[in-house]
């Protein structure tokens, strides 16, 4: 039996979540959903220069993946025009370009069609090097060709084929943040602007103030989903970057939310101060501790005067 960095496990009756072992501590959350004649990836991973256990024998996502979803009988389809049997075609979102996101793109760049937010693509086209962290944990940045720059609320189609997937448009942690609401299966991909238990990084690209709107905008959009979903006696669950993968939603956003407005009053506990790659680092979670915020102090000095919040932050603590 191979060994790898990697689980695979089924989330849905649709999609699998599989879960990189990396040397970075980081955990990612990868996320197959099976269409027909297509796949859908959301996320990569860190890449194969990060197993946590340099001596297994795959490193590589795609390969993993696809030797996983051969043995179930869900990697090619038969051509009904030409009996050919052929490989589904890889759609690959990312839903922020961070380096525990992107460090496996490089092995779907070529024949595989890639769809990023087209919130703020000078972002992604300007030094992702340097955005995505990947030189600051030497990490290879992948290069890349967006096939699709998404919209916000954009009913995603390829080639004619319904997705069941729409885009929503969520900057704060990066600017280009995105969630991906599956319809089928009431899962709403979060990326990194929602999971329990850490905190949420807000760090050098990231904006309190995008993100309070970008979490204003999700509680609505779930709301009125639930709603919707009320006869079926089913609710919205969130799978995440990282951490969370069956959270009930909507409040998970509402724990979230308020998390945010006492941790900008400094009503939420502080739980740790640290410096990392040269900023003060600062810690708020809720009194559950399930819920929080890790802080540049910058950031969060910025937010707190952009909404009138009047109080001292800690001092710095030394390296």
């Not at 069941?164 to 609401?181: N, Q, S």
């Not at 501790?289 to 937010?303: Q, R, S, Y």
Request: aromatic content about 10%; glycine content about 4%; hydrophobic content about 35%.
């Amino acid at each position: 039996m191979t060994t790898s960095c990697f689980s695979f496990t089924p989330l849905n009756k649709s999609t699998y979540k599989v879960v990189q072992d990396d040397s970075l501590n980081e955990l990612p959350f990868i996320y197959v959903k099976v269409y027909p004649t297509l796949l859908v990836l959301i996320d990569t991973g860190c890449g194969p220069n990060h197993a946590k256990d340099p001596t297994v024998e795959e490193k590589s996502i795609r390969r993993y993946i696809e030797t996983n979803l051969d043995k179930e009988g869900k990697l090619k389809y038969v051509d009904p025009e030409t009996s050919e049997t052929k490989n589904k075609h890889w759609l690959v979102f990312i839903t922020h370009t961070h380096y525990d996101h992107i460090g496996g793109l490089f092995e779907f760049a070529d024949d595989s069609s890639i769809f990023i937010s087209g919130y703020s693509q000078e972002y992604i086209l300007k030094d992702l090097g340097c955005n995505s962290l990947c030189c600051a944990f030497n990490i290879p940045t992948p290069k890349f060709t967006v096939s699709h720059w998404l919209e916000q609320n954009e009913h995603v189609k390829f080639n004619g084929v319904d997705l069941h997937l729409e885009a929503l448009i969520t900057p704060g942690h990066t600017p280009d943040e995105i969630a991906l609401y599956d319809s089928e299966e009431h899962v709403f991909y979060a990326g990194d602007s929602l999971y329990e238990v850490l905190p949420i990084y807000i760090i050098e690209t990231s904006n309190m103030i995008e993100y309070v709107a970008s979490i204003d905008m999700m509680l609505k959009y779930v709301q009125a989903k639930n709603k919707e979903l009320e006869p079926l006696g089913v609710r919205v669950t969130t799978a995440s970057g990282h951490i969370t993968d069956s959270a009930d939603t909507e409040n998970l956003i509402i724990e979230t939310q308020e998390c945010f407005w006492d941790t900008l009053k400094g009503k939420a506990i502080l739980t740790e101060q640290k410096v990392m790659r040269e900023k003060n680092i600062i810690i708020y979670m809720n009194e559950a501790n399930n819920v929080g915020f890790m802080c540049i102090d910058t950031k969060l000095e910025e937010a707190k005067k952009h909404f009138g919040f009047e109080w001292e932050l800690p001092a710095p603590v030394s390296a």
